[in-house]
């Protein structure tokens, strides 16, 4: 993505200026922070919820509204002498219903039911060897996986969206767990300047997108490749395959640090893949971002926002103009931002 490339350099920015963030008093100059042996792990739970009961609401008074939403995460580090294993995972997931009642009158009974807003796990899992005691360099290894975990079917031209269940009744299902799952494996070096910020970088790496479901992976379009032309009325291609794979570079810089006393939290993810067998101009970005405002003790309120673009993978463009604010399909950059009160464990 030709574009994309503002992103991580406005990103590379912003870290080259935040230790301004993080001033300390001269005279009393911070001591270098040392890796602690043995595991560290921790734990976080945000939800958000938003309800709003009308009942025989004035004019223009609006509609029922029930939503929930909720964000897990999970870490588990360890360092054994020159050892680095580092493991994380979290999982987002949102659903609302707009309005009451059944969808239409007289043609359905169907009640209006819970449409989809996010659902996305992520897990990531790298290990390193320092290459000397007194080195910032390390071989490393790094696995990632991104998927979801719920089924969603796709609504229809009277009542358009992406639903948990089956509302127009074809049995058309556009995603579950394992389709598709998104996969690198990758073997590089990785670059810690200090506790809170890292550079892996691996000249090999392999990508693949796998979709496991033969009905899913017939419609092509989550980046797995297709032949021919698609059936006009159901939109499957008959020649098909489950699984795309790709050779390529990969950059991941990751940040996390903590201002003002620790009341502030900001942590970021930022991955870059080209593939060089196919348009490697064309760079894949997958770029995390979570600042947390602590309230109370273990208590936060978090914001995350989440970029992601893939040159092999279609996304619903947005257009406000449009049943349900969507215009097909096509490449974009896809944009997701999330607000939860979270609670945090450290064990």
């Not at 810089?253 to 201002?259: E, L, Q, S, W």
């Not at 101009?281 to 936060?300: C, F, P, R, S």
Request: hydrophobic content about 40%.
């Amino acid at each position: 993505m030709k574009r994309s490339v503002y992103l991580p350099l406005t990103w590379l920015v912003f870290l080259l200026f935040t230790p301004c963030l993080n001033a300390q008093d001269p005279a009393k100059p911070k001591e270098k922070e040392k890796p602690q042996e043995g595991w560290k792990t921790g734990a976080g739970l945000g939800l958000d919820f938003a309800q709003l009961l009308q009942i025989n609401p004035r004019q223009g008074a609006g509609q029922n509204r029930l939503g929930f939403g909720s964000a897990f995460n999970f870490y588990g580090n360890l360092r054994k002498g020159r050892l680095a294993w580092d493991n994380a995972s979290i999982w987002q997931f949102g659903i609302q219903r707009l309005g009451a009642g059944v969808i239409a009158q007289g043609v359905t009974q169907k009640k209006i039911p819970f449409q989809k807003a996010i659902d996305e796990l992520r897990l990531n899992s790298k290990i390193g060897y320092q290459i000397s005691k007194k080195s910032k360099f390390f071989y490393a290894a790094d696995l990632s996986f991104l998927s979801q975990l719920t089924k969603t079917y796709q609504g229809n031209k009277e009542y358009p969206g992406n639903f948990l269940t089956d509302v127009a009744g074809t049995g058309k299902i556009l995603s579950k767990f394992f389709s598709p799952a998104t996969i690198t494996i990758s073997i590089g070096f990785d670059f810690k300047p200090d506790n809170s910020l890292s550079f892996y970088y691996s000249p090999v790496g392999g990508k693949f997108i796998i979709v496991g479901n033969d009905v899913i992976a017939s419609y092509g379009v989550h980046g797995n490749p297709v032949e021919g032309m698609p059936d006009p009325t159901t939109g499957r291609y008959a020649e098909y395959d489950n699984t795309f794979a790709a050779l390529g570079s990969l950059l991941r810089t990751k940040y996390a640090n903590k201002f003002f006393k620790d009341k502030i939290a900001f942590a970021a993810s930022l991955t870059l893949f080209s593939n060089y067998i196919k348009n490697a101009q064309n760079i894949d970005v997958d770029w995390t971002n979570e600042l947390a405002v602590q309230l109370a003790k273990g208590l936060q309120a978090t914001v995350t926002v989440n970029v992601f673009y893939d040159d092999d993978v279609m996304v619903q463009i947005t257009d406000y103009s449009y049943p349900n604010g969507i215009r097909g399909l096509g490449r974009r950059v896809s944009l997701t931002q999330q607000l939860l009160l979270k609670y945090n464990v450290v064990f």
